[in-house]
């Protein structure tokens, strides 16, 4: 079964920058929507990119518009979530999930296949 691994989690500083990444061995992802969600302490989750099949198009959600770019490396069979600027208002764990969606329906959560999550703690 398709299962989804993150990676690059961690403590930063506000202002800094991580970047994570999303795998699924045995899985070519480009034939996957794939998208990122975050949940924090007490909040619903919340999603917060995502890529859709075959890199048609993408989609950011307006909280991290401009601080927040989502990629594929398909050489890497990888999706990448660059985070810049980060705020103390974004830790939270962050999901990988994949599924074959249509295109308006990646920031979703209509995804069958999620991650285990990577904690992300933005704090001085």
């Known amino acids: 079964q398709l299962q989804p691994v993150e990676a690059g989690g961690g403590l930063v500083q506000p202002g800094g920058s991580l970047r994570l990444s999303c795998t699924a061995p045995?899985?070519?992802?480009?034939?996957?929507?794939i998208g990122w969600f975050r949940q924090a302490p007490g909040k619903e989750r919340e999603g917060v990119a995502c890529i859709t099949r075959f890199n048609r198009s993408s989609n950011v959600a307006g909280s991290v518009r401009g601080r927040f770019t989502i990629s594929r490396d398909d050489a890497k069979n990888t999706i990448y979530l660059q985070m810049n600027s980060l705020k103390p208002e974004d830790t939270a764990i962050y999901y990988c999930?994949?599924?074959?969606?249509?295109?308006?329906?990646?920031?979703?959560?209509?995804?069958?296949?999620w991650g285990q999550g990577t904690q992300v703690t933005v704090s001085s």
């Open positions: 999930a994949a599924d074959i969606l249509p295109d308006d329906q990646c920031l979703t959560s209509q995804y069958d296949y």
């Open positions: 045995g899985y070519k992802l480009d034939f996957y929507a």
